[in-house]
């Protein structure tokens, strides 16, 4: 691991050998204490401070590792995914040295795609390594030109401003050449393409209504298909946790019954079971529209709806009402009892949350996971179109949210400047090496669910958000601090995709399932063995939190930054692409950078050398603020971003597009499979949610060894299922079983909840791929959902991922498993293709 002799005598000396060799999780530690020394007398125990999605963190250094983290002394709610982060840094997964699929090192693009997967690799040098790397992006640019190489979403990379693996690989590969970029996310892809229409901006990643807000005014909070508590465990920058302090208050207000709190879900979620006295409202999986149609439907037949509000603020509730009155096509009244025949809510149970809607001050709060499905447009432009009849948008407690579940949304914001990044683009004036602009007809940039669509469908034309995308079949990939093989629905859709790629390059810390399915592996080294700095709170912008080095880089590791000089030093940009400046120099340049802006806001903060040594500078809270309140106050001065500037329920824009599945305003549209008596669920009766998970972030801690033995059964990735579907099948908790559908098979360890109903079960998203080979069909022998979920597009507006629209069966396992396949590193192979033994 690198360690110097003089450091590894001096931390045998310091510490037990059992803590060397395989470092268990953590125990239960108070935080790092307010005052307690930095340092102790013993040269070689050090503490140092970092930051991570998972929150600050202190964490003790003896010699040349680390043995123990606590939580930051002013994060008051840490998660306990801290415990992991040891199990990160050491995991058996680790990159450990640049690696070349043996194959493709023997033909490299004429190989055989169809071993991409089987695991073995030939180890190579650095200068190896990245010789071939530049060698193929020549290839590329000259054979083929930009339609040829993809490169972006790189997901959520590890936190810290200068080594953003994305700014990293985008800078680099911009200085060489042009490529095909993408656009939208996997989160949010349908919600953040149908809300400009609807209220001006994306909305899912916008700053909420201030929760001292909402705990003061609000009487009615929805958590419609949403659990915070769940989510706000991590962030996007280094998370504060401050949101868990007001989901306190909530608790007792609950309690006392001040606020009245109510869960629309088909689960009970984890804030449910948390507010104690909130209310479950089941729902059958999918069928949100119909519920809030009908929602919507008795509010204006009992006269609660705000007709005042929708004619000053809202343009197009005259267009929506023919059809909620089932005078149009579908010839289908939107009434409670039309509702409950889908949505499983009964008539008067609908009626009585449209009237405690309309009574109360009311904020309706959206998950993500319900828009990842297929029309998942619609249930977020008719919650829209519901909070508009409701005529609180704008109101203190009021209106709706489709974020306060994410990086502590509603927290208010300090106002001060955070600290930039390492440059993303060319610098001005600069163009790349290969200056080729022609990408023969293709479109340069896709929606990123439809990446796999260009390699089995080329050059077809498909719809998206009001224009034509022709698909360009690319034919070399690159991926940094990005599973790919984690976020991308439809497993054995990718792996047929994946063999007519000529090249993949993968950069990454720890062997995840994008790395297997590579041609040429790049170790990075992760977040704690480099310096760095942080924003602490992406929306209350708390602070800023230095990102001292823990250990030097592990293994043969290397930071993004010194990857992308030496690439960038073959085609001699490498001075421009550093400007000159090293890692400190860089660290320091952003911080004065920002200190410089925040002084112009009159917020002090100190210099970089006192900052450093402090490890944190923090801001004052701001003030508490209501979202869409300047709208209400003044329509014409303070437009939305939409063509009118006014709320839409009806878009004309949207309209002429002339989608036959998203009409120009929101509709119920049956799905291609459904539980509970809908499509498919005669053969495959399962609803399979594949949400958030609960103890990482999506793919993210899944390497750790110790975090993963707190949850896993049988070894395997848990699937949760109620009592009656268990009972039906035989199937006890802790049983293994095996779930399938026609698109792939799984094993996972069956946890039998009271908190899911019948036909309703759940595999968390990011349980690491491992199938049993790389043939198309393989059983995957952890758990990886998306083994199984649906690779369509959500709507031709969006193109998003509809992988909650999933459909399975599950049956008991019999006879001996496979052993699972998704962690440790590769099968080291010599050119010739024979094992190479561990030293």
């Given at each position: 691991m690198n360690y110097s002799r003089r450091g590894f005598l001096k931390a045998m000396a310091a510490m037990s050998g059992s803590a060397l060799v395989a470092p268990g999780l953590l125990t239960a530690a108070p935080a790092f204490a307010a005052g307690e020394a930095t340092a102790v007398s013993d040269d070689i125990t050090t503490w140092k401070i970092s930051g991570s999605h998972f929150g600050a963190i202190r964490a003790k250094v003896v010699g040349d590792r680390v043995v123990d983290i606590r939580p930051f002394e002013h994060d008051k709610h840490p998660t306990e995914m801290i415990k992991g982060l040891l199990g990160l840094i050491y995991s058996p997964s680790r990159v450990r040295y640049p690696m070349v699929r043996l194959d493709w090192y023997r033909k490299r693009h004429l190989s055989d795609t169809s071993q991409r997967g089987d695991n073995r690799f030939v180890r190579v040098s650095w200068d190896e390594a990245l010789d071939l790397f530049y060698e193929e992006l020549e290839r590329i640019q000259k054979d083929y030109g930009p339609w040829a190489l993809h490169t972006a979403g790189v997901g959520w990379r590890s936190v810290g401003q200068v080594h953003s693996c994305g700014n990293h690989m985008v800078r680099g590969i911009g200085m060489h050449g042009r490529s095909v970029g993408t656009i939208g996310?996997?989160?949010?892809?349908?919600?953040?393409?149908i809300l400009p229409y609807v209220l001006g901006s994306t909305e899912v990643y916008s700053q909420g209504t201030s929760w001292d807000v909402i705990?003061?005014?609000?009487?009615?909070?929805?958590?419609?298909?949403?659990?915070?508590?769940?989510?706000?465990?991590?962030?996007?920058?280094?998370?504060?946790h401050?949101?868990?302090?007001?989901?306190?208050?909530?608790?007792?207000?609950?309690?006392?019954?001040?606020?009245?709190?109510?869960?629309?879900?088909?689960?009970?979620?984890?804030?449910?079971?948390?507010?104690?006295?909130?209310?479950?409202?089941?729902?059958?999986?999918?069928?949100?529209?119909?519920?809030?149609?009908?929602?919507?439907h008795t509010l204006v037949k009992e006269g609660l709806h705000d007709q005042k509000f929708l004619d000053t603020y809202t343009l197009g509730f005259d267009k929506f009402l023919p059809y909620l009155e089932g005078k149009t096509e579908d010839q289908a009244e939107k009434t409670p009892e039309w509702a409950e025949k889908i949505c499983g809510v009964p008539a008067d149970r609908i009626r009585e949350l449209a009237r405690l809607m309309a009574k109360h001050r009311t904020q309706l709060i959206f998950g993500w996971a319900v828009q990842r499905q297929q029309h998942g447009e619609q249930p977020y432009w008719m919650g829209a179109v519901l909070a508009a009849m409701l005529g609180q948008?704008?109101?203190?407690?009021?209106?709706?949210?489709y974020a306060h579940h994410y990086s502590s949304v509603g927290v208010s914001s300090s106002g001060a400047a955070m600290p930039g990044a390492f440059p993303l683009n060319l610098d001005p004036g600069r163009k790349p090496k290969h200056d080729n602009t022609d990408y023969k007809g293709y479109s340069a940039v896709v929606p990123i669910a439809r990446v796999i669509d260009a390699l089995l469908e080329p050059g077809k034309e498909i719809d998206f958000n009001g224009g034509k995308v022709k698909l360009p079949p690319y034919k070399m990939a690159i991926f940094s601090g990005c599973n790919q093989w984690h976020r991308q629905p439809q497993r054995n859709r990718m792996k047929e995709a994946w063999r007519k790629l000529e090249t993949v390059v993968a950069i990454d810390y720890n062997w995840t399932a994008t790395c297997r399915f590579a041609d040429i592996v790049l170790p990075a080294c992760t977040p704690f063995e480099r310096n760095d700095l942080d924003g602490y709170g992406s929306y209350s912008n708390r602070g800023i939190i230095a990102m001292q080095k823990l250990v030097d880089p592990l293994f043969h590791s290397r930071t993004d930054f010194e990857i992308f000089r030496g690439l960038t030093r073959r085609f001699n940009r490498d001075a421009e692409y550093t400007r000159g400046m090293d890692e400190m120099q860089w660290v320091e340049k952003i911080y004065e950078d920002c200190r410089k802006e925040n002084?112009?806001?009159?917020?002090?903060?100190?210099?970089?050398?006192?900052?450093?040594?402090?490890?944190?500078?923090?801001?004052?809270?701001?003030?508490?603020?209501?979202?869409?309140?300047?709208?209400?106050?003044?329509?014409?001065?303070?437009?939305?971003?939409?063509?009118?500037?006014?709320?839409?329920?009806?878009?004309?824009?949207?309209?002429?597009?002339?989608?036959?599945?998203?009409?120009?305003?929101?509709?119920?549209?049956?799905?291609?499979?459904?539980?509970?008596?809908g499509p498919g669920s005669d053969r495959f009766p399962l609803w399979l949610q594949s949400v958030?998970?609960?103890?990482?972030?999506?793919?993210?801690?899944?390497?750790?060894?110790?975090?993963?033995?707190?949850?896993?059964?049988?070894?395997?990735?848990?699937?949760?299922i109620g009592p009656e579907d268990a009972a039906a099948r035989g199937i006890k908790h802790g049983d293994l079983v095996r779930v399938f559908n026609d698109r792939g098979q799984l094993l996972a360890g069956a946890h039998v909840s009271d908190n899911f109903p019948r036909g309703v079960v759940r595999i968390q998203e990011g349980a690491w791929y491992g199938p049993t080979g790389p043939e198309i069909g393989a059983l995957d022998t952890y758990g990886d959902p998306n083994t199984l979920t649906l690779d369509i597009g959500t709507s031709s507006l969006a193109q998003a991922t509809s992988a909650n629209t999933c459909l399975v069966q599950i049956e008991k396992f019999v006879g001996t498993p496979p052993k699972v396949t998704s962690f440790g590193g590769p099968i080291e192979v010599d050119p010739e293709g024979r094992e190479v033994k561990p030293a």
């Open positions: 996310d996997y989160s949010t892809g349908a919600g953040q393409m705990l003061q005014e609000s009487k009615l909070v929805v958590f419609w298909a949403n659990d915070p508590i769940k989510n706000l465990q991590v962030g996007w920058n280094t998370e504060t401050e949101s868990y302090a007001y989901l306190e208050q909530l608790k007792a207000k609950v309690a006392d019954k001040s606020i009245q709190v109510i869960c629309i879900d088909p689960v009970k979620s984890k804030t449910l079971n948390y507010l104690g006295a909130a209310e479950h409202q089941y729902i059958n999986p999918m069928t949100d529209v119909p519920l809030m149609l009908a929602i919507a948008i704008g109101l203190p407690g009021g209106g709706i949210s002084g112009l806001k009159d917020i002090a903060m100190p210099p970089f050398a006192e900052f450093w040594k402090q490890g944190y500078v923090l801001f004052p809270e701001g003030k508490p603020w209501v979202r869409h309140a300047d709208f209400r106050d003044d329509a014409e001065v303070n437009a939305l971003g939409t063509p009118s500037g006014f709320i839409e329920i009806f878009s004309r824009k949207i309209d002429r597009y002339g989608y036959a599945d998203c009409k120009g305003h929101p509709v119920w549209m049956e799905k291609t499979e459904r539980s509970h008596g958030h998970p609960d103890k990482r972030l999506h793919s993210q801690l899944c390497e750790s060894e110790p975090l993963r033995g707190t949850y896993t059964i049988a070894g395997r990735e848990p699937v949760f």
